[in-house]
Nanobody, 126 residues
Framework: VQLQASGGGLVQAGGSLRLSCVAS????????MGWYRQAPGKEREFVAA????????YYADSVKGRFTISRDNAKNTVYLQMNNLKPEDTAVYYC????????????????????YGQGTLVTVSS
């Protein structure tokens, strides 16, 4: 699967951004999707995930209540709405698909060697 994230940019603290990730190459609608991020000098970490149907979501504690993940299977796209952004949200954001179809959203919270595709940079200024 090929993944292309977009929508990053520079925003002030308290602002909002919506990231998009378009997938191609296999049946997108059968796979759970996740968002991950990597800040400068830090390891990549889990942010949010959504089940193949969109009925289940899972979030890292650090973004719960501020970020919302969603998907549009007709467009092969997963979104990450980010509100009330903080400087510590500054990172390159990546999306990834589950290895197997019908994986749970929670399973995406375990860091594995996913194909993260090309990320998009989010910079939050204080």
């Amino acid at each position: 699967v090929q993944l292309q994230a977009s929508g990053g940019g520079l925003v002030q603290a308290g602002g909002s951004l919506r990231l998009s990730c378009v997938a191609s190459g296999r049946t997108f609608s059968s796979y759970a999707m996740g968002w991950y991020r990597q800040a400068p000098g830090k390891e990549r970490e889990f942010v949010a995930a959504i089940s193949w149907s969109g009925s289940s979501t899972y979030y890292a504690d650090s973004v719960k209540g501020r970020f919302t993940i969603s998907r549009d299977n007709a467009k092969n796209t997963v979104y990450l709405q980010m509100n009330n952004l903080k400087p510590e949200d500054t990172a390159v954001y990546y999306c990834a698909a589950s290895f197997h179809p019908y994986a749970t959203a929670q399973s995406m919270g375990i860091m594995r060697g996913y194909n993260y595709g090309q990320g998009t940079l989010v910079t939050v200024s204080s």
